[in-house]
């Protein structure tokens, strides 16, 4: 089964960058797109990232996402952390009919 | 306005059965592909099922066989049908759009499931 690997937590300080990384088994991540949510506690996950690389309306700049077929990774950077970027951040993608989300990333700015 | 409304969940003992209901606005349930996806307290998000527009079906490997998903388009609701219910299966569970490229655009704001005796 597909099963994608994120770090379970990374942190850093406000107006610095900070990046998770999100790694996909048997080398498939660039056969699907991977999309990104963040998850404040207490509330359903939001889109920060969709196919790959594309930010929704009213999602900063400062989120971006990238895709490394050699590393078999996709990565979400935030640059200018704020302590609003505090949360949960979970990749997904897809795999023969099935949605598969990674373990989630704790977000937390010192 | 797009909206999802999870309800139905509660505290159920183990082996027996809920049914959980997602009321739709915004869109038409028949048009669209819909999923529940779900959260353990504290643990991550976990994908359950899919209803696709053509009415085909798929679930995850811990709920297959236990879990029915299915939708009445005269009333826009999309249903989660759980029996033999599980310790394992408390969670928090919502409803979600699956959009195109398999994106989740737009979620509901979950129902507790408690299983427990």
């Known amino acids: 089964n597909f099963m994608l690997t994120q770090p379970h937590s990374v942190s850093g300080s406000p107006g610095k960058t900070v990046t998770i990384s999100c790694t996909g088994s048997s080398g498939r991540i660039a056969s699907n797109y991977v999309h990104w949510y963040q998850q404040r506690p207490g509330s359903a996950p939001t889109t920060v990232i969709y196919e790959d690389n594309q930010r929704p309306s009213g999602v900063p700049d400062r989120f971006s996402g990238s895709i490394d077929s050699s590393s078999n990774s996709a990565s979400l950077t935030i640059s200018g952390l704020q302590t609003e970027d505090e949360a949960d951040y979970y990749c997904?993608?897809?795999?023969?009919?099935?949605?598969?989300f990674g373990g989630g990333t704790r977000l937390t700015v010192l | 306005e797009v909206q999802l409304v999870e309800s139905g969940g509660g505290l159920i003992q183990p082996g027996g059965s809920l049914r959980l209901s997602c009321a739709i606005s915004g869109f038409s349930v028949s048009s669209k592909y819909m999923s529940w996806v779900r959260q353990a307290p504290g643990k991550g998000l976990e994908w359950v099922s899919i209803i696709y527009s053509d009415d085909s079906t798929s679930y995850a490997d811990s709920v297959k066989g236990r879990f029915t998903i299915s939708r009445d388009n005269s009333k826009n609701t999309l249903y989660l049908q759980m029996s033999s219910l599980r310790a394992e299966d408390t969670a928090v569970y919502y409803c979600?759009?699956?959009?195109?490229?398999?994106?989740?655009?737009?979620w509901g704001q979950g129902t507790l499931v408690t299983v427990s005796s």
């Open positions: 997904q993608s897809y795999d023969d009919s099935k949605r598969v």
């Open positions: 979600a759009r699956d959009g195109i490229r398999y994106h989740f655009d737009y």
